[in-house]
């Protein structure tokens, strides 16, 4: 088996998903204190079937920001160079989440290898909840030979 390396990177290459995220309470909670959003839907059962749904759903950030992790765990934070999604279905508590990447796209510009890469958050045995493009600086992959 290959370790994966951003340098070495190819249209069609996969980043090595995160392991799966289970939403709990806890962690809306905890996500919702540290993100300043605290609408009832996220953390109130009441207020969330008020609203219509089955019970609580995830903040849509908390699924975005978990794409940053997959994305961040291959390139430095600096290295991402431009991120946006989609949210495309809700993401019930006690659901788990799967994060992935796909590189799309390699350019060069001035020297600058970038990445452009497809990326997916699904419910495990269930829908993609949110998709996106991302686009990366990477590595000189001259310098790993």
Same mark, same amino acid.
């Given at each position: ?14 980043? *090595?998903e995160? *392991? ?11 996500f919702a204190?540290?993100?300043? +959003?605290?609408?009832? #839907?996220? #953390? ?9 749904l ?11 920001? %978990? %794409? ?8 430095p ?12 279905a ?9 994060c ?8 060069? +510009? ?6 452009? %890469? ?20 990477? *590595?000189?992959?001259?310098a790993?030979?």
């Open positions: 088996m290959s370790v994966f390396s951003p340098a070495s990177a190819e249209v069609g290459t996969e980043l *090595p995160l *392991p799966g995220v289970r939403v709990t309470r806890t962690l809306l909670a905890l204190g540290a993100s300043g +959003d605290h609408n009832p #839907i996220h #953390i109130d059962s009441d207020a969330a079937r008020a609203a219509g089955d019970d609580v759903i995830a903040h849509g950030m908390l699924s975005m920001a %978990l %794409l940053g992790r997959l994305l961040t765990t291959w390139v934070v600096q290295d991402l160079l431009s991120f946006k999604v989609r949210f495309s809700p993401t019930p508590v006690h659901a788990v989440l799967r992935t990447a796909r590189v799309t796209a390699i350019d060069e +510009d001035e020297g600058v290898r970038r990445a452009r %890469l497809s990326v997916t958050v699904r419910i495990e045995d269930g829908p993609v909840t949110v998709r996106g493009e991302a686009c990366v600086r990477l *590595p000189d992959h001259r790993e030979r």
